[in-house]
């Protein structure tokens, strides 16, 4: 069964398809495909992990810097999302 990622790139509606085998999660993948670099983001990352006392401070990290790439509402789309109501 296909999954697919919806996201809001520059205020832009996208939709697209997801695997596991090829990213790690659906942040990543929606940013392999506007091209962005994430190479600074996923050491900082690394780095927020290993100071953080909780899950919140690294959640909030990707948040805010997606948010300042240019990304929002980057959400995974239910199997009932891709069906056209008849």
Request: hydrophobic share 45%.
């Amino acid at each position: 069964m296909a999954r697919q990622v919806a996201y809001t790139f520059k205020g832009q509606a996208k939709v697209i398809n997801f695997a596991y085998d090829k990213y790690h999660d659906m942040y990543e993948a929606a940013a392999a495909a506007e091209g962005v670099d994430l190479a600074r983001f996923l050491a900082m990352e690394q780095q927020v992990a290993m100071t953080a006392k909780g899950k919140g401070a690294l959640k909030s990290f990707r948040l805010n810097e997606f948010a300042r790439m240019g990304f929002s509402d980057i959400r995974m789309l239910r199997d009932d999302d891709n069906k056209d109501p008849q």
